[in-house]
């Protein structure tokens, strides 16, 4: 322990054993690169020395080689920080951990994340609900020791979005939540309170919308006052079509600045969406629900259909005369893609038979 306590001062490395079989290794994001490097090659010890070749690194964070120092043999799995994974990674995920805990009784999986430890308790708690399928006394007690670790060490630091997407894994397995195959035609997003982002009060809201971290919407740039308006409505017609998993992301543009803020950040899937209108509280909105820029009463619709075409009987919800509106999406401020360097890369190393592995459930077989 004392090498471990050694690497835990030098780059703040978490070295957990959630149970005797799970180990998370966790980096923040501020780790400089070099201490960062020469712990991996003394963490990479540490575990061949325990575990031998027993063990599989599971990569949570960005795509690295240096990670490969820790074990030859990396399943990449990641997403972007902060962020929830598409819900068919987290089976995925779950079930290649399942696969490789049952091959042997000395198998050891390693979770290693460089960053926000969200990403750990996406994938713990989900492995949680998935372990609760096939019960028995042992893993009883890890399932104990996985809720401790979930709610000690990583609720304080979660997103809502990654607790919405562990309530549908755990949903969709149990059968509590019924998949919804309907297409969905997303017409209106609506903030009900206006965010305090200018110095004068109000914001210059504008969305980005993607589908499965690729963009497939951006909408113009709203000019809002805080004491001209109670809300603001962004109308989208024809309405955009939303299948699977779904990130919409409203920035701020700031005022004569080349620079943005995220305002709110929302990710949801469309299978666990039942309901024409769907309105996410500040509680339930990514950044922004400790936001105090975003007032406490504050809300965000989404105004669905079954169709394309516009809804009748919504012309109140137009903004008033004060709200002006610049479709200039041209600008490079607007396009640019936090996400681009996820999106580039092949999700090649999760191979063969790990690769896309059927679904847990028969209620998820369908999706």
């Known amino acids: ?46 575990l061949k020395s325990k575990h031998g070749n027993n063990y599989v690194l599971f990569n949570l964070s960005e795509r690295r080689r240096d990670v490969n120092k820790l074990h030859p043999k990396v399943l990449d799995f990641g997403w ?9 990674k987290i089976c995925s995920i779950c079930k290649a951990m399942d696969t490789w805990l049952n091959a042997a009784a000395h198998n050891v999986v390693v979770l290693h994340n460089k960053g926000n430890r969200g990403r750990l308790g996406v994938v713990v708690a989900a492995y949680m609900h998935y372990s609760n399928i096939s019960a028995s006394a042992d893993q009883a007690l890890d399932r104990f020791a996985m809720k401790r670790f979930y709610e000690d060490k990583v609720v304080p630091v ?21 998949m919804n195959n309907k297409p969905l035609f ?20 504008f969305l980005k919308i993607y589908q499965a971290m690729q963009p497939v919407y951006t909408s113009g740039i709203y000019n809002v006052q805080g004491d001209s308006q109670t809300g603001i409505c962004i109308t989208i017609e024809p309405g955009l079509l939303l299948k699977g998993d779904i990130l919409l992301k409203c920035y701020h543009k700031k005022f004569r600045s080349p620079t943005r803020d995220v305002i709110f950040r929302v990710q949801f899937h469309t299978c666990a969406v039942h309901d ?45 005369p004060s709200v002006s509106v610049d479709y200039n999406t041209s600008d490079p401020l607007i396009r640019w893609d936090s996400y681009e360097n996820f999106n580039i890369q092949r999700e090649e190393s999760a191979e063969g038979a790990w690769a896309e592995p059927p679904l847990p459930s028969k209620h998820l077989e369908k999706g």
């Open 1 to 46: 322990m004392s090498l471990t306590a050694a690497m835990e001062s030098s780059c703040e490395l978490d070295l957990v054993y959630i149970t005797e079989r799970i180990i998370a290794v966790s980096y923040p994001s501020t780790a400089e690169e070099q201490s960062y490097s020469s712990n991996l090659r003394e963490v990479a010890h540490m």
């Open 186 to 205: 997303l017409h209106h997003v609506i903030m009900h309170g206006i965010p305090n982002f200018e110095s004068k009060g109000g914001c210059r809201p």
């Open 158 to 178: 979660g997103q809502p979005s990654q607790k919405r997407y562990i309530h549908y894994f755990s949903g969709l397995l149990s059968g509590s939540i019924k």
């Open 276 to 320: 024409l209108d769907v309105v996410f509280g500040k509680e339930d909105l990514d950044e922004a629900f400790r936001d105090d820029r975003f007032p406490e009463y504050g809300k965000v619709e989404f105004v669905f259909s079954y169709g394309p075409e516009k809804i009748q009987g919504m012309e109140h919800l137009e903004n008033g």
């Open 80 to 88: 972007p920080d902060m962020h929830t994974p598409a819900l068919e």
